[in-house]
């Protein structure tokens, strides 16, 4: 079931992905493999010191490259820091367009209504504990 948070910003995130990858960051990762973890990965707001702000989940990255090192696609050999690095970056940008169409207040509201808004500590279990992001791609290299 989809999240109201994430269908009220999705305008926002298919805009931010567009743009993101005309300019993604050089030596960071293969454009078609950006593609993929980032239809595959879990943004989520996260409260932090300095306020809430989205992040990925990035736990499964390594069982994707592990998965795409074995098949025939391209950009199977992405460096995991520089994919959560870039990742970050895309939920950077994202959440900037949020906040210059003024919908991040709203968004908030949604998700902490459906208790989707993270603790920094909970987040950085989830984010080593993921479960594989293969689970969410099963067929999809067959």
């Known amino acids: 079931m989809a999240k109201k948070w994430r269908e009220y910003v999705k305008q926002e995130f298919m805009k931010s992905d567009s ?12 454009l078609s493999t950006f593609g993929l973890i980032s239809e595959a990965t879990s943004f989520v707001p996260v409260r932090m010191e300095e306020g809430i702000h989205l992040r990925p989940l990035p736990g499964g990255l390594s069982a994707l490259r592990d998965d795409l090192k074995d098949s025939p696609r391209p950009g199977g050999g992405f460096d995991l820091d520089s994919a959560v690095d870039t990742l970050t970056q895309f939920a950077e940008e994202w959440e900037e367009r949020i906040k210059d169409k003024n919908k991040w207040e709203k968004m908030i509201e949604l998700a902490e209504q459906e208790g989707q808004v993270m603790e920094m500590s909970v987040y950085e279990e989830e984010a080593e504990t993921s479960t594989s992001l293969m689970d969410k791609f099963k067929g999809l290299f067959q």
Do not use: G, R
């Open 19 to 30: 743009e993101f990858v005309k300019k993604l960051p050089i030596n960071s990762i293969d």
